[in-house]
């Protein structure tokens, strides 16, 4: 469904998209194209720049942080910055730049802005979706075979949540000793 959501958004935008570049005046083609690499490049730098101190300097400042989440490579955290796509969100919120201002004047520069929005969305999906696989690879980034044993283990978490849960239940006047029994049974046996 939100596949089908973005695509639609897409489909309208594209639709829009002439319109939003007859309203950029003052600007070559080659300007715009210009601007739009640019901001495109900016948006990614700067999620490389976030992304890696978000990782270490948590780590380096608490003990009891690099014992919990204990240590990692820089190629998790530069996969985790490569996968910064931009999308639906971006679009709308750049959509989301009223027409007018509150004198009734157009508002200044919002079909660039809308359009440098598509720029960076295209620019991510593009580049950065279409190489990830390669970047993965180059990296070297394999999986390690503890996905099945960590979803055991949080499903495992979540029925004894749930039957800590129903045994907190219990004691109202509402709930029937049968249905209880039943639900007890039944995370039993997913546990």
């Not at 935008?13 to 570049?21: A, N």
């Not at 849960?165 to 049968?178: A, G, T």
């Amino acid at each position: 469904l939100v596949f089908v959501l973005n695509a639609v958004l897409f489909v309208l935008i594209g639709l829009q998209l002439p319109t939003v570049l007859d309203g950029i005046s003052g600007m070559s083609t080659r300007d715009i194209l210009v601007d739009a690499a640019a901001v495109s490049a900016a948006v990614i730098v700067i999620r490389f720049l976030w992304v890696f101190p978000t990782t270490y300097v948590p780590r380096w400042l608490s003990h009891r942080v690099r014992e919990r989440l204990g240590p990692i490579t820089w190629h998790f955290p530069a996969i985790v910055a490569w996968t910064g796509m931009r999308g639906a969100v971006s679009l709308a919120a750049a959509l989301a730049i009223p027409q007018t201002i509150d004198g009734g004047g157009a508002f200044p520069q919002r079909d660039l802005i809308v359009f440098l929005t598509y720029a960076v969305i295209l620019a991510t999906l593009l580049l950065q979706g279409l190489t990830l696989p390669a970047v993965i690879r180059v990296l070297g980034v394999e999986d390690d075979g503890n996905l099945e044993q960590r979803e055991s283990k949080a499903r495992i978490l979540a029925a004894r949540a749930a039957l800590d849960r129903i045994e907190e239940l219990c004691e109202q006047d509402w709930v029937r000793d049968d249905t209880a029994d039943r639900m007890r049974g039944m995370y039993d046996f997913r546990i």
